[in-house]
């Protein structure tokens, strides 16, 4: 890893950490990632025509093992309700803070991850997970950040933050969780 | 007679390593009432086998497994015939038995075996069978689902299933140590094989109409990626990893395409076929809603699939040919998803929703459309169709665990394959 790339990511930390500071609510501990596996990365990449979004992930994830951008994990969530995407007034902070974080640092990447509860067939999750990001998506360029800055995933029910099999752990499903990339 | 619950078919007796996969065992929850009572005479076995195989044990548990069997009880059997000339039909009618299979497993040389048997009618006394097939040790298992096979089709006319398999998803482990494993195991559970590993999501597998491999998506780089991979080599090549979705993979009739579901930058999910040879890629449906969860139907020249469209997600049904319109299938109720069409093509297997439970349920393509809910378990997803279409296989949750079930396509007979370990879910029926 090149001297301008640790730097780059200490910044990224600096900024992640500062930023965590104003979410007032809502901020929960994201899965710990640490053992994941970042294989298949050069298979992604052989895939005809593929995006390189992956091996960009894939590479700056070597250092740490810890994909969060060096922030230990922590994440900023954003709730939703049963089968809506639509963003509630409550996060609104979080948005407009997330928002003038990426703005004022345009170098700052971040992931929308969308997930949905385990209900429903996994399929179709993964569209509704993939609404959601998009909603968290659209909210922050309307605050001016650039779409170059926001990439979305949907993982759908397939990484829940807690299991279980009511409403309690189900409403902490239905998520999008904010992760600063390195 | 009830057999509600009663009856409890252990398969599990293949001696495995302590590898952490998850064994599945067999509970039949509702059989059939009017199951067909049939003898199935524990074989001849050679009396100097290192390990005799236990034959007629395996068909009866497949035949009992399949709802429409009643195997008589071995322990209520006055006498243990091994071939038709030895059997005094009038006795075992009187111990009310329609069918009786009867053989022996012979030793023909070093780890070579043959297995002899014989079906009868015992009313008329008609041989209705008699087959010998020739195995190793390591064979007898699969030869045993044949036996099971070529009864259950000569006396119900239908093609047996007992020897083809099942892939699933097993997770492993609780948060945030998830382990995820794409298993393929013999149709009643048995012999599970990992295929694929991973600490990342893997979802939606499918097997190719050859059965000799499967396609998935697999999160493992944190992005989803759609794999095919050959069983035999354990070779696999990603298909597709494009920005965004790419999910719900599904094979062409002829194996040459698949269809998956893409998305466009704005997050829009979208069906599209992408030809496996050439990586050509069509766009089949542009609805800005979610468009997802395609199957072929039969001839491969329309996908059904589901699409939240009109508000909640229903199934249509789209034309592949440039310009085709979607027409909708499903009208009663708020959420019917991931269509699956029955070997034969005349119903569709799909997700229900009533009153926030999860069911599966049929739509009838020939006659007038009519739907039945099939299962009432609640969080009933995923239906994969056996290739004789008599059955289906489907991922339920029971306990706080995702377990797979089984119901038969009239929905008379329920099953479930409880798993020793984790969850299970996302059952795959392979083709014959």
């Known amino acids: ?182 | 007679m009830n057999r509600a619950l009663a009856l409890i078919a252990l398969l599990g007796c293949v001696c495995l390593s302590s590898r952490s996969w998850a064994e599945l065992v067999v509970e039949v929850t509702h059989g059939q009432d009017n199951a067909i009572p049939i003898a199935i005479v524990p074989f001849a076995t050679p009396t100097d086998a290192a390990a005799p195989f236990d034959v007629a044990q395996l068909v009866s548990a497949d035949l009992t497994r399949s709802g429409r069997f009643k195997p008589m009880d071995r322990k209520d059997m006055i006498e243990q015939p091994h071939t038709g000339a030895n059997v005094i039909f009038d006795d075992w009618r009187r111990l009310n038995n329609d069918y009786m299979l009867v053989g022996q497993l012979q030793l023909l040389g070093p780890d070579q075996y043959n297995i002899v048997f014989e079906l009868f009618n015992v009313l008329t006394h008609e041989r209705l069978l008699g087959y010998q097939i020739t195995a190793n040790q390591a064979g007898l298992r699969l030869a045993s689902h044949q036996v099971a096979d070529m009864v259950f089709q000569k006396i119900l006319g239908i093609r047996g299933a007992f020897a083809t398999r099942i892939a699933y998803i097993s997770v492993l482990g609780h948060l945030p140590n998830r382990k995820y494993q794409l298993v393929v195991a013999d149709a009643d559970g048995v012999n599970p094989r990992i295929v694929m590993e991973s600490n990342e999501p893997l979802m939606s597998p499918a097997w190719s109409p050859d059965g000799q491999s499967l396609a998935y998506v697999s999160f493992e780089a944190r992005l989803p990626t759609i794999y095919v991979q050959t069983l035999k080599t354990g070779e696999r090549h990603p298909v597709s990893a494009r920005a965004g979705v790419n999910q719900a993979p599904a094979w062409s009739p002829d194996g040459k395409k698949l269809a998956l579901t893409l998305s466009t930058r704005d997050g829009n999910l979208d069906i599209y076929i992408v030809d496996l040879a050439t990586q050509a890629l069509t766009r089949v449906t542009t609805d800005p809603g979610i468009d997802t969860e395609a199957q072929w139907s039969n001839d491969g020249q329309s996908l059904y699939f589901t699409s939240d469209r009109a508000g909640g997600p229903q199934i249509y049904k789209i034309g592949i040919g440039p310009g085709d319109r979607p027409t909708r299938l499903t009208f009663q109720g708020a959420y019917n998803a991931r269509p699956r069409v029955s070997p034969d093509g005349s119903q569709l297997a799909f997700v229900t929703q009533e009153n926030g439970a999860y069911h599966i349920a049929t739509l009838d393509l020939k006659g007038r459309g009519e739907s039945q809910v099939l299962t009432h378990g609640g969080f009933d997803v995923s239906p994969s169709y056996a290739p004789n279409g008599a059955e289906i296989l489907y991922a339920t949750r029971a306990q706080g665990r995702g377990v797979l079930a089984l119901v038969s396509a009239d929905g008379r007979v329920q099953e479930r394959l409880a798993s020793s370990e984790g969850e299970v879910q996302e059952p795959a029926w392979s083709p014959f």
């Open chain 1, 1 to 182: 890893m090149s001297m301008k790339r640790i730097m780059a990511i200490a910044c990224l930390m600096a900024g992640a950490a500062l930023f965590s500071g104003c979410a007032k609510k809502a901020t929960t501990v994201e899965p710990p990632t640490a053992g994941t596996q970042v294989s298949g990365t050069a298979s992604t990449a052989g895939a005809g025509g593929a995006s390189t979004s992956g091996s960009a992930y894939g590479a700056g994830a070597s250092g740490s093992g810890d994909y969060n951008g060096g922030a230990n994990g922590v994440g900023t969530v954003i709730y939703f309700d049963f089968d809506k995407s639509d963003i509630k007034t409550e996060y609104q902070d979080i948005v407009s803070a997330t928002a003038r974080n990426l703005t004022s640092h345009p170098n700052l990447k971040l992931r929308l991850e969308g997930n949905t509860d385990e209900r429903g067939t996994r399929e179709y999750n993964i569209g509704l997970g993939e609404r959601r990001a998009q909603a968290v998506k659209r909210a922050l360029m309307l605050e001016g950040v650039a779409e170059s800055q926001l990439t979305t995933v949907s993982f759908g029910a397939e990484r829940p933050a807690k299991e279980g099999d009511d409403e309690s752990a189900w409403a902490q499903n239905r998520r999008v969780s904010l992760v600063y990339l390195p």
